[in-house]
């Protein structure tokens, strides 16, 4: 079993996030975007357990309004890309009450994900 950190930000999360990044990328009307696949989303932002349980504390993540991991994009999906969620209401809520947060993703549709290729940098607005 993997140990979770977050009850709301866990292995099941980020996965869903994964394949929702390769639905948006395959459905983009962007062509190098079209090419791009996400080969995972790391629940652990840090390799300190402590530091983990720490950053993802319902008071750290409220008071930044994001949380900041890892993404693997790009062409082979092994890119390391800097990943900024923002946590809107619903997403804040389910993090207080430490439920899953797949249904604050908001669609299939890319206008909740910002990506800077250049800068490897991926932000996203959760509900």
Same mark, same amino acid.
């Given at each position: ?54 950053? %993802?504390?319902?008071? !750290? ?5 994001? @949380?900041?991991?890892? $993404?693997?994009?790009? &062409? ?17 809520? %389910?993090?207080?009450? !430490? ?5 604050? @993703?908001?669609?299939? $549709?890319?206008?909740? &994900? ?14």
């Amino acid at each position: 079993m993997t140990p979770s950190f977050s009850p709301s930000f866990n292995q099941d999360f980020c996965e869903e996030l994964e394949y929702t990044f390769c639905y948006v990328f395959e459905n983009s009307k962007d062509p190098e975007l079209k090419r791009f696949w996400c080969d995972g989303v790391s629940w652990a932002p840090y390799y300190n357990a402590k530091v983990n349980s720490d950053y %993802l504390s319902f008071e !750290k993540v409220k008071e930044r309004g994001m @949380i900041e991991t890892t $993404a693997q994009l790009g &062409i082979s999906g092994q890119d390391r890309y800097a990943l900024k969620i923002h946590l809107g209401k619903l997403a804040l809520d %389910l993090y207080r009450k !430490k439920e899953e947060l797949n249904t604050s @993703i908001p669609s299939k $549709a890319s206008n909740w &994900i910002e990506i800077d290729i250049e800068e490897q940098i991926i932000e996203v607005q959760l509900l």
